[in-house]
């Protein structure tokens, strides 16, 4: 309980940290308030927020931060939600208004959607369903961005990340054919070797070092098509996850990142893989490749053409 309470304090002391980042942004929102300005929700983490607009300002575009209930608006503005139930309400209507929606199932009334020009998502079934129903919508979803960091010495153990106080699916196959790992995470003790449980937060190195990340998924992030956070996490740090089929992974690294549809195929690769790190190191360096088209630098450029797009569209 005390170490979950640690936890707890520590993950919301960086959240506020990286909100103060914001804050500060914003306090120098009118100096470019004419362009565009991106209105923060509280759901949406900082630091990726203002990798965007250290993005933007690379392409020549300076974008202002709002912090709702701020009303500023610019030519355009990107609102930000977490779902259709909770949308912001549209400051002006004369400008051009995206809404970057996190989640949207394909039984939602489109409904709430008219006062935003176009709808940017990050997963492909709600892009699919956007335009089946006449709705403009685009497809972006959220950045990775892979780090330049130095080779880590490898090791031949994969290593599980995760939550011992809720049920794995991969640690408990692996357990079950009995795989030594390199566990990190909160509530490990009595359920697992001692020696292997290797502390609570893998460091960046860890991820690098370790050959593949044993990281579990809900049902709802593969029947949606997300990428949770531990995911992104394990990806931008170099290090190869390892998970239940998804097909959002595959839209966007292929076949690179190793995934598994049942027991069997886990049990295979997960044997294989750490026994050929030269594989390993190829896929690695082919994910990190990939990874460019879905950086915050390919996120501005894209959300930039959509700009001129709309901009051509309203002369």
Known sequence: MKKTLLYFSIMMGLALLGYREIYKLAGNAHRDMGYA???????????????????????GKNISFSIRPNRSSGKFNIYTATDIQH????????????????????????????PFDVIV????????????????????????????????????????WGDGNEFSVSLSMAGH?????????????????????????????????????????????????????????????????????????????????????????????LKYLPAHLFEIEERRAAIKHLAKRWNSHSQARKFIELFEIMDRKRR
Do not use: C
């Not at 709600?126 to 006449?134: C, G």
């Open 121 to 160: 998502v990050k997963n492909m079934p709600a892009y699919q369903h956007l335009k089946a129903v006449n709705v403009r919508t685009a497809f972006i979803p959220d950045a990775v961005d892979v780090k330049d960091s130095e080779k880590a010495s490898q090791t031949e153990r994969a290593m599980f």
């Open 87 to 114: 949308l912001p309400e549209v400051a002006d209507q004369s400008a051009i208004n995206f809404l970057w929606i996190d989640k949207l199932k394909s039984d939602e009334s489109p409904e709430k959607l008219r």
């Open 37 to 59: 300005v991106i209105h923060v929700s509280e759901n949406k983490p900082a630091q990726q927020m203002i990798k965007l607009q250290e993005a933007f300002e690379k392409e």
């Open 177 to 269: 054919e009995k795989i030594k790992l390199d566990v990190y995470g909160i509530g490990f003790e009595g359920q697992w070797p001692i020696d292997e449980i290797k502390g609570t937060m893998p460091s960046e190195t860890d991820f690098r070092s370790h050959p593949l990340v044993l990281v579990d998924q809900s049902d709802e992030d593969i029947l949606h098509q997300t990428i949770n956070p531990r995911i992104m996490t394990i990806l931008e740090n170099g290090g190869i996850p390892y998970l239940r089929y998804n097909p959002a992974i595959e839209k966007l690294f292929g076949k690179m990142v190793p995934m598994y549809h049942n027991d069997n195929e886990f049990q295979e690769q």
